[in-house]
């Protein structure tokens, strides 16, 4: 791990709003770094501040997440003050009157079957365990008749990524070697406490955590794409912010040969769209970003139009939970353009957005200031809803 990445988790473990994604501009300039990241970000708001504007004023927002609204009191707020601010807001809602409507992302289990009863493209999930001896019993009989590998174990109930929650299974043959190791790491999880000790919302997040039925499920793997720069198939996933129902940017880690993969889309009606990349983690801690140069190899992703699939898809499912912000995670493969998968979501992200962050945070923010949307009401708990639940006529409460 290099010194930038070390300061830029220091930055976020210890909440520092005013120094998100690494140093504020000021001292960047003072450091003398190109600007040309920051400038692009905010060219890009530009753009898109009026398109988010008047997505918003015809968007129907579920009165769950509406509740944030009177916390919002100014553009001028930080993005992991609003997610703190939601998250202490969903936590009094399962205090006081016992809504759970944040188990749409706190518990895989009931993640995938929302995405299912939508009709999501996704990556079948084979059942799904509420006792840790039956799941080891059943284990041995499905990786014997498994026709894809490698095959993934993920817990329900452990969705940050410093718990550690997924396993992959590279084969039969290792899963028999490793018996015992994949054991003790069943029982180990399922008696893991979750714990968001990297965020400022750490209280609020463990309490929702902690109402959590364990579980565990598995998944086969998703479409892979061979990189002939690594001579490996790999799995490609684009992280998505969707703000009032529209995808506005994608995040991706798994561009070999780039620390880090930012995609923003056009206000155009050609769809048009751009990756900036970062070799390092200093090039991030900076915001020192450059366009994804022409002939580089992960081109293809723009070229072949594979983003239109992934804004796209992130859209439909932000639309059905009735959301003003989330975070949806879809695979993508070279071979299917028109193919990608959701993976999961995210109500809390951590993700790094670089000179996006603030930007980000003023269209959430606007909307809930300016009173834009309609809101409805349903007793429907988020992650058991689907389009037939959302009213034509909203009822404004």
Sequence with gaps: MDGGVIILRWCIAFGNNRVQGGFSRSARYVMGISADSQHRADAYYEEQQPIIAEAAKKYKLHWYFAEIAPKITSMDVEWYEIIGKRTRTMASLLQNQGRDDFKVEKDKCEMNRFFKRNKMPMV?????????????????AISKSAKRWPLFIKFCHLTQGSAHGT????SADWLEKNWGEIRKWVFEKWVYRPDDWERPWREDGNFLTDSLTRGVFIQPPTELTLNPNTGKHQVIEFKVEVLWGRAILGVSKDLTGWRTALATRS?????????EVYPTGWDELLFRGQLLPAGDWWHWILDEGHLDCVWDLAERAALVMGIDEVRIDIFISRDAPHGCLINEDSLTSGMWYGPHFRNLAKLWAEPHLRQWYDVYSNSISVYNQTTADIPSRVLVV
């Design 167 to 170: 396993r992959l299974i590279p």
């Design 124 to 140: 079948p999930v084979t059942n799904v365990w509420r006792q840790p001896h039956s799941f080891m019993s059943d284990l041995q």
């Design 267 to 275: 206000s155009g009606s050609d769809g048009s769209a751009a990756i």
